[in-house]
């Protein structure tokens, strides 16, 4: 199995490596060029491919050969930075590859998704400062979604809830709709994001699936685990 991880130097790219390093897989990580040394810890066991990922020739060269490709899909900067970034993978991973995204539980795949006030807020503001500073475009990164969504590549789009540290507690379970019990918790270890997006590219369950992820030791994952596509 040959795998290239699109943002390996990233925080969830690191342990993607790693998840993929663990089952034997060959890797290729696409980084911008000034991010490389963040990927010394796997010097000589991963293949590094320096570049912007929304550069199609570097994504051409990255993804040839790969069974699958994991791409963190970011709105950092002004630039289509997202949809730039997906639109390069859809156009040149290899026909049967399977195509794993990362992304909040902002982006919506059929508009059935129900969102707290407080969630709203939050990405209005996100959204509105990104904006303002240039440092952001969430639009964009619900672009890159729109984009995969209506490709018919093997898909899975990924939403990720709120990050944070910490040893694995495991597969994270999921859920088709935010606002489903389950996810209430509304927490994943970010070690565990990146497993979830890793075993995904086995689980030809989650083709054209985009499952909302919460911890599986999370209150809300243990109080309704079963409940959904857990
Ligand atoms: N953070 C959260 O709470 C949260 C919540 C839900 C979902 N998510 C999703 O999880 C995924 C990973 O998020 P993360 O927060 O954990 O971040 P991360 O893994 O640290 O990844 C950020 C990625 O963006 C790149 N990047 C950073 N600044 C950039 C810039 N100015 N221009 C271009 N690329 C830049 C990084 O590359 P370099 O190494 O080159 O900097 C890295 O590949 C994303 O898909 C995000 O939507 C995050």
Redesign the pocket.
């Known amino acids: 199995m040959k795998v290239c991880i699109v ?1 390996a ?5 690191r342990y993607m490596v790693q998840h993929a390093l663990d089952r034997g897989y060959e890797v290729v990580g696409v ?2 060029e000034k ?1 490389v040394d ?1 990927l010394e810890a796997f010097k000589d066991r991963i293949t590094v491919v320096p570049g912007a990922t929304n550069d199609r020739e570097v994504i051409k060269n990255a993804v040839a050969g790969c069974d699958g490709v994991l791409t ?3 709105p ?2 002004v630039h289509q ?1 997202s949809s730039g970034t997906a639109r390069a993978v859809l156009d040149y991973a290899p026909q049967d590859a399977r195509l794993v995204f ?3 539980w902002h982006i919506t795949l059929d508009g059935q998704d129900v969102y707290s006030r407080k969630f709203k807020a939050l990405v209005k503001v996100f959204g509105w400062v990104g904006r303002l500073t240039r440092f952001v475009e969430l639009s964009d ?1 619900i672009e890159a979604c729109r984009q995969v969504f209506a490709s018919d590549t093997r898909w899975t789009v990924v939403r ?4 944070e540290e910490g040893e694995s507690q495991g597969l994270p379970v999921w859920s088709r709709h935010v606002g489903d019990p389950i996810l209430e918790s509304n927490k994943t270890r ?1 070690v565990d ?1 990146a497993l979830f997006m890793v075993e995904a590219l086995g689980n030809d369950d989650l083709i054209h699936e985009a499952p909302a992820i919460v911890g599986r030791q999370t209150p809300s994952a243990l109080a309704h685990s079963g409940d959904a596509g857990t």
Request: glycine letters at 24%; proline letters at 0%; a positive charge.
């Open positions: 943002g130097s990233g925080k969830l790219g980084c911008r991010s963040k963190v899909l970011a950092w900067g930075y990362s992304c909040g990164q990720g809830s709120d990050l970010r994001f």
